[in-house]
């Protein structure tokens, strides 16, 4: 019988998972994770008020609560934890599904300076991520610049632009509502480097900023018209045409005078964050005008525009890290891998396996996962019958345990949930996350008792 661990229990993962049950009637699974709680970025990168996409949780649930898929939580795989090599002999393949855990750089003056923080940062901070120590986003901010124009800024420029009311009945935690709350930000600039037909966002995504109750939209119909494909929009289809048509029907109507105004700004590339006079924080994001080259890319015209800004959200795209044990291609951020193989110096490394982001590069949506995961379970089970035999036949979590490894079993996360509901209960709201190691790790182990 085949026994395979899957790092990450994220949707790569949990795909991954699904795929191996679905397409061998015997093999037994293990999702391990570093955190005590599972579905990855489902869980702690899809914003709040997303309750459809986040209702995918239950989707997941039903994989990891199958019978030959086991949750083990708590684990953390390399340096200080198991090594990749040690994991190795506990299991006849290993499936990385860790995703990509970091955030792209800028590489311009100031981008360290006080009040500036990676979109990543602050979607951990709303998301209840563990190891999210930071709270002052918001605090003293008038205006907000976003870098960038993906869904990511989408979504961190609309919990912005969101009344606290709107998000208390989602699972937010209770700290990040309270500082919401308390926001002044009535100002959030998301802005692209290229044109409007360039952006990375979509339509349904770009659309509900249109939809939210105390803020508005607003676009510069003379900037839009620097993108040739704004202008005659017949050669495009698709997402990027409905976005182009989407900014089109928001140049075209009056402002209303709402409370809080998200300004959507194109072809302006960052070249610094400004300090205020003292150098303590940043005040404004310094732009360079850009314009169309005429092959997807943009020229700079030497002409600045300084937006101010107490609060920037770096939202240009995320980054893999590299796994100890495993090679990695720094320039693209993701394991070097033959159809989901893993490939060292070119050649297969049998037993090892990616999918996911870590795969493929931090593109695309959720489904996305789907076949790239079966694609790397269709390796790994051509692969299987020289696999199987080499480990002896114990049970994987024994041989974990044997090694040090204490893990937060299914039961555990139950816990946890329970916890969660209790304390949305004791707020009089919904489910509300527990934010910190120490509260998630004191519920899931009052399943022990
Ligand atoms: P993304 O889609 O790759 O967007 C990154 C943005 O940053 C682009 O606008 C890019 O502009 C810009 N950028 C990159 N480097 C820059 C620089 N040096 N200066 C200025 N701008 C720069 O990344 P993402 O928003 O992090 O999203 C990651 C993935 O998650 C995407 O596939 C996204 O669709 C998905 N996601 C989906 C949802 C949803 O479905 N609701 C929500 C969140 C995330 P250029 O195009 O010019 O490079």
């Given at each position: 019988?085949?026994?395979?661990?899957?790092i990450g229990?994220?949707?790569?993962g949990?795909?991954?998972?699904?795929s191996?049950v679905q397409?061998?009637?015997?093999?037994?699974v293990d999702?391990l994770?570093r955190l005590?709680?599972p579905?990855?970025?489902v869980?702690?990168?899809?914003?709040?008020?997303h309750?459809?996409?986040?209702?995918?949780q239950?989707?997941?649930?039903?994989v990891l609560?199958?019978?030959?898929?086991?949750?083990?939580g708590?684990?953390?795989i390399g340096?200080?934890?198991?090594?990749?090599g040690?994991l190795?002999?506990c299991?006849?393949a290993?499936?990385?599904c860790v995703g990509?855990a970091t955030?792209?750089?800028?590489?311009i003056?100031g981008e360290d300076?006080?009040?500036s923080?990676?979109a990543t940062q602050f979607?951990?901070w709303?998301?209840?991520?563990?190891?999210?120590?930071?709270d002052?986003?918001v605090r003293?901010?008038?205006?907000?610049?976003v870098?960038?124009?993906?869904n990511?800024?989408?979504?961190v420029?609309r919990?912005?632009?969101?009344g606290?009311?709107?998000l208390s009945p989602?699972?937010?935690p209770q700290?990040a509502?309270g500082a919401?709350?308390e926001?002044r930000?009535?100002?959030?600039?998301m802005v692209?480097?290229r044109g409007?037909?360039?952006a990375?966002?979509?339509?349904?995504?770009?659309?509900?900023?249109?939809?939210?109750?105390?803020?508005?939209?607003l676009v510069?119909?003379?900037e839009?018209?620097l993108?040739?494909?704004?202008v005659?929009?017949?050669?495009?289809t698709g997402?990027?045409r409905?976005?182009?048509?989407t900014?089109?029907?928001w140049?075209?109507r009056p402002a209303r005078?709402?409370?809080r105004?998200?300004?959507a700004r194109?072809f302006?590339?960052?070249?610094?964050l400004l300090?205020d006079?003292?150098?303590?924080?940043?005040?404004a994001v310094?732009?360079?005008?850009?314009?169309?080259?005429?092959?997807?890319?943009v020229?700079?015209?030497?002409q600045h525009e300084?937006?101010?800004?107490?609060l920037?959200?770096?939202?240009?795209g995320?980054?893999?890290?590299p796994?100890?044990?495993l090679?990695?291609d720094?320039?693209?951020?993701?394991?070097p891998h033959?159809a989901?193989r893993?490939l060292?110096?070119?050649?297969?490394?049998?037993?090892e396996y990616v999918?996911?982001w870590i795969?493929?590069g931090?593109?695309?949506?959720?489904?996305?996962?789907?076949?790239?995961a079966k694609e790397t379970?269709t390796s790994?089970?051509?692969?299987a019958?020289?696999?199987v035999?080499e480990r002896?036949?114990e049970?994987?979590?024994?041989?974990?345990?044997a090694?040090?490894?204490?893990?937060v079993?299914w039961?555990?996360w139950?816990?946890?949930e329970?916890?969660?509901?209790?304390l949305?209960a004791s707020?009089?709201?919904?489910?509300v996350?527990?934010p910190?190691?120490?509260?998630l790790?004191?519920?899931a182990h009052?399943?022990?008792?």
């Open positions: 019988m085949l026994r395979v661990a899957v229990s994220g949707p790569s949990v795909y991954t998972a699904q191996l397409l061998d009637p015997e093999v037994r999702v994770d005590p709680c579905y990855g970025l869980r702690y990168g899809v914003a709040p008020d309750e459809k996409i986040k209702s995918l239950n989707n997941l649930r039903t609560e199958h019978d030959r898929v086991r949750f083990l708590g684990v953390e340096p200080g934890g198991l090594s990749a040690r190795r002999e299991y006849d290993v499936v990385y990509a955030d792209r750089r800028l590489g003056p300076l006080p009040g923080w990676s979607v951990s709303y998301s209840a991520h563990p190891d999210a120590t930071e002052g986003f003293g901010a008038r205006s907000a610049v870098i960038g124009v993906g990511v800024a989408v979504d420029t919990i912005l632009a969101r606290a009311a709107e989602t699972d937010i700290a509502l919401l709350a926001s930000v009535t100002d959030v600039h692209g480097r409007p037909s360039q990375r966002f979509t339509t349904k995504e770009l659309r509900e900023l249109g939809g939210l109750p105390d803020a508005e939209v510069e119909a003379e839009l018209g993108d040739p494909d704004y005659d929009p017949s050669g495009l997402t990027l409905r976005n182009v048509e900014l089109r029907g140049a075209e005078g709402a409370a105004r998200v300004h194109f302006l590339r960052p070249v610094a300090a006079a003292e150098g303590a924080h940043v005040a310094r732009f360079e005008r850009t314009l169309p080259d005429g092959r997807g890319g020229t700079g015209t030497g300084d937006i101010e800004a107490q920037v959200l770096r939202s240009v995320y980054r893999g890290v796994l100890e044990g090679p990695f720094a320039s693209s951020g993701t394991v033959l989901g893993v060292r110096e070119g050649a297969v490394a049998p037993g999918a996911g795969k493929r931090p593109t695309g949506v959720i489904g996305t996962n789907r076949p790239c379970v790994l089970l051509l692969d019958p020289a696999l035999g002896p036949g049970d994987p979590l024994g041989a974990l345990r090694r040090g490894v204490a893990p079993e039961a555990g139950q816990s946890i329970r916890a969660e509901a209790a949305g707020l009089g709201r919904n489910v996350k527990l910190d190691w120490q509260s790790m004191t519920a009052h399943s022990a008792g």
